[in-house]
């Protein structure tokens, strides 16, 4: 029985491990006005992911930016919002700094001369928009922010193997502050 026991326990460890984390979200901030919500947030990442991406490992992150109805009784009402991609590629050898950010009618692809200046864009977002008009109920709303990292693709061999495994460095939400809309 007790060898089953640690051998239950060393198997959900291995499939749960989760590294402490430090990301941060700073926000968002939100102006309201004209019938859209403009969100603006910057990501902080840990130090040694920051030197992980200066050596040269192609980071993609992942911002959702969506619009939820709070509801006293019920779950959160899910209204819609806008996912960003982004994918940062250093290149400390011959000093590229590459950035490629994919929204849903947008691709960008912005080149810099110093790594801080990409990581800086790279981590703040800016102006997004979200559209309150189609809104049909009087009500308070929230903006959720979710950021995931994406880790680098294993071969498919393992992938296969180790399909328990997360696919994510990290997953962090911040919600903004509560606002109440009135349609009549």
Same mark, same amino acid.
């Given at each position: 029985?007790?060898?089953?026991?640690?051998?239950?326990?060393?198997?959900?460890?291995?499939?749960?491990?989760?590294?402490?984390?430090?990301?941060?979200?700073?926000?968002?901030?939100?102006?309201?006005?004209?019938?859209?919500?403009?969100?603006?947030?910057?990501?902080?990442?840990?130090?040694?992911?920051?030197?992980?991406?200066?050596?040269? +490992? @192609? /980071?993609?992150?992942?911002?959702?930016?969506?619009?939820? #109805?709070?509801?006293?009784?019920?779950? =959160?009402?899910? $209204?819609?919002?806008?996912?960003?991609?982004?994918?940062?590629?250093?290149?400390?050898?011959?000093?590229?700094?590459?950035?490629?950010?994919?929204?849903?009618?947008?691709? +960008? @692809? /912005?080149?810099?001369?110093?790594?801080?200046?990409?990581? #800086?864009?790279?981590?703040?977002?800016? =102006?997004?928009? $979200?559209?309150?008009?189609?809104?049909?109920?009087?009500?308070?709303?929230?903006?959720?922010?979710?950021?995931?990292?994406?880790?680098?693709?294993?071969?498919?061999?393992?992938?296969?193997?180790?399909?328990?495994?997360?696919?994510?460095?990290?997953?962090?939400?911040?919600?903004?502050? =509560?606002?109440? $809309?009135?349609?009549?």
């Amino acid at each position: 029985m007790r060898k089953v026991a640690i051998l239950l326990l060393l198997l959900t460890s291995l499939i749960v491990v989760r590294t402490a984390s430090s990301e941060e979200i700073v926000g968002p901030e939100l102006v309201l006005g004209g019938g859209v919500a403009r969100v603006s947030l910057t990501l902080s990442l840990t130090g040694e992911q920051v030197a992980l991406i200066r050596d040269g +490992l @192609e /980071k993609e992150l992942i911002f959702y930016i969506d619009l939820f #109805r709070k509801w006293q009784l019920w779950p =959160d009402e899910f $209204i819609h919002g806008m996912k960003i991609t982004r994918t940062i590629r250093a290149n400390p050898v011959k000093g590229e700094f590459k950035v490629v950010s994919i929204n849903e009618t947008t691709i +960008l @692809e /912005k080149r810099f001369s110093s790594f801080d200046s990409m990581l #800086r864009w790279a981590l703040h977002v800016k =102006d997004i928009q $979200i559209s309150l008009n189609e809104l049909s109920e009087d009500g308070v709303y929230f903006i959720r922010i979710t950021i995931e990292s994406i880790k680098q693709k294993p071969p498919q061999l393992y992938s296969y193997v180790l399909f328990f495994a997360d696919d994510k460095d990290f997953k962090i939400k911040k919600d903004s502050e =509560d606002f109440k $809309i009135r349609l009549r």
